[in-house]
């Protein structure tokens, strides 16, 4: 099946600091991807769609000016996370949308840490 | 706006038996139905896609169900293994939408 890959798997970084997150489709083109954040013992929760071209469409509540992101290539989407707070600390975890056959496909997730 | 939930949220049976993962969806417009397991610290593994023109899909010992007209979907997992031990996500789908609502899981543990 259709690869999704992230980097990192996990980071740790300084509160105040900020911290990229990539996602790639490694063998499909992807217009369309998503990013969501899970806490732990908690489900996945989207917070945008990051739309290739095009600017990201953010969830409500979901501070886009806190949470970049840039969909540069048909298989990479970035997500940054601006001046990270510990309660910024979740897993993240990004999707992409497969056109033929139609499938949403997810990576195995980025663990941040905000100390 | 879609919602799902899935009950119970936490399951464990003994090695061998049979059981049912429920999933329930408020908006009967679904366009697809997705089961997927989660194991600890992990990222997401699909098992399941459901089409809303489909009823089930199979895939080993594995058989999810979708009834729009109920709102429900079910994950039947035959023979339960210890390896089958993980926590269980269903997500819906809207048609026009390809955002997918997850519902809060089962975290099934299977007791050798």
């Known amino acids: 099946g259709a690869v999704v890959s992230q980097h990192p798997s996990w980071v740790i970084c300084k509160s105040g600091t900020s911290v990229k997150i990539e996602c790639r489709s490694l063998?499909?083109?992807?217009?369309?991807m998503f990013w969501y954040r899970q806490f732990p013992k908690q489900s996945l929760m989207l917070m945008a769609t990051?739309?290739?071209?095009?600017?990201?469409?953010?969830e409500q509540g979901v501070e886009k000016d806190k949470f970049l992101i840039n969909h540069a290539s048909l298989t990479l989407s970035t997500l940054t996370v601006t001046s990270a707070h510990p309660e910024d600390s979740s897993f993240y975890i990004c999707?992409?949308?497969?056109?033929?056959?139609?499938?949403?496909?997810f990576g195995p997730g980025t663990r941040l840490t905000v100390t | 706006k879609q919602e799902v939930t899935q009950i119970p949220a936490a399951l464990s049976v003994p090695e061998g038996e049979n059981l049912v993962l429920n999933c329930s969806f408020t908006?009967?417009?679904?366009?697809?139905l997705q089961w997927f397991r989660q194991d600890p610290g992990k990222g997401l593994t699909s098992l399941l896609l459901?089409?809303?023109?489909?009823r089930e899909q199979t895939s080993g010992r594995l058989n999810a169900s979708l009834d729009k007209s109920s709102g429900r979907s079910t994950l039947y997992i035959a023979a339960s293994q210890p390896g089958d031990s993980a926590t269980y996500l269903c997500?819906?789908?809207?048609?026009?939408?390809?955002?997918?609502?997850f519902g809060t899981g089962t975290r099934l543990t299977i007791i050798p």
């Open positions: 908006d009967s417009a679904i366009y697809n």
């Open positions: 990051s739309n290739e071209g095009s600017k990201a469409t953010y």
């Open positions: 997500a819906g789908g809207l048609f026009g939408n390809e955002k997918l609502t």
């Open positions: 999707s992409a949308i497969s056109r033929d056959p139609y499938e949403q496909y």
């Open positions: 459901i089409q809303s023109s489909q």
């Open positions: 063998d499909f083109q992807a217009t369309t």
